[in-house]
């Protein structure tokens, strides 16, 4: 394996999957930083931004926390996984609360008449332009969805095509948990991690 590298930090806000988080970039060679420090969070040559949980307790612990506002000035690579990912958008109709409002797009519940609620298990994820990495079929658990926008670099068909993936600028976020999904999501943050996320 490579020499570990200390310059990811993980954004501690309370999510639950920040263990498995860490743990699967140490297998790849990552040791992670995980910290609410905001000098910390800065200097970081890339940063991470779980989530599991409800969004109305996660918009507050990044409130209580002070990192609310300052996560959306952050200008190296940030990658949003879940609910991170859904927090990076401007309306969650989960708690009915404003997101990071870097992606102008509103996160929608999944209708339990149309589907089996949360969508749980594998699918796959098709990926449509830039240089996102192919993931053939991934981990999810989610009740909520971002719908295919502008911004969607990564879909995947649960009744209909959601946003699997989207990205904007230094943001990226993906609705799946590379953390269990295996090879391919390792694979996913290593390429995440090897800056082959601006090409």
Request: glycine letters at 8%; one cysteine or more; a neutral charge.
């Amino acid at each position: 394996m490579n020499m570990i590298k200390n310059d990811t930090v993980i954004v501690d806000y309370g999510a639950g999957n920040i263990r498995s988080v860490c743990n699967t970039l140490l297998r790849i060679g990552v040791n992670p930083i995980l910290t609410s420090d905001k000098s910390t969070i800065k200097k970081a040559k890339r940063v991470i931004i779980p989530g599991v949980g409800h969004a109305s307790t996660a918009v507050k612990a990044l409130n209580d926390s002070d990192l609310f506002c300052f996560l959306q000035d952050l200008t190296q690579p940030v990658l949003g996984i879940c609910l991170g990912m859904q927090l990076m958008c401007d309306y969650l109709h989960e708690g009915d609360v404003r997101g990071l409002s870097i992606f102008p797009i509103e996160v929608l519940p999944f209708d339990n008449s149309q589907q089996v609620v949360p969508h749980m298990g594998w699918n796959k994820v098709e990926a449509l332009r830039g240089k996102f990495p192919r993931v053939n079929y991934a981990y999810f658990v989610h009740s909520y969805y971002v719908p295919e926008c502008q911004f969607t670099i990564g879909r995947t068909l649960y009744g209909f095509p959601f946003s699997s993936a989207i990205k904007k600028d230094n943001f990226i976020g993906v609705q799946f948990h590379p953390e269990k999904s295996g090879t391919e999501g390792q694979n996913f943050l290593q390429w995440f991690v090897n800056e082959q996320f601006y090409l």
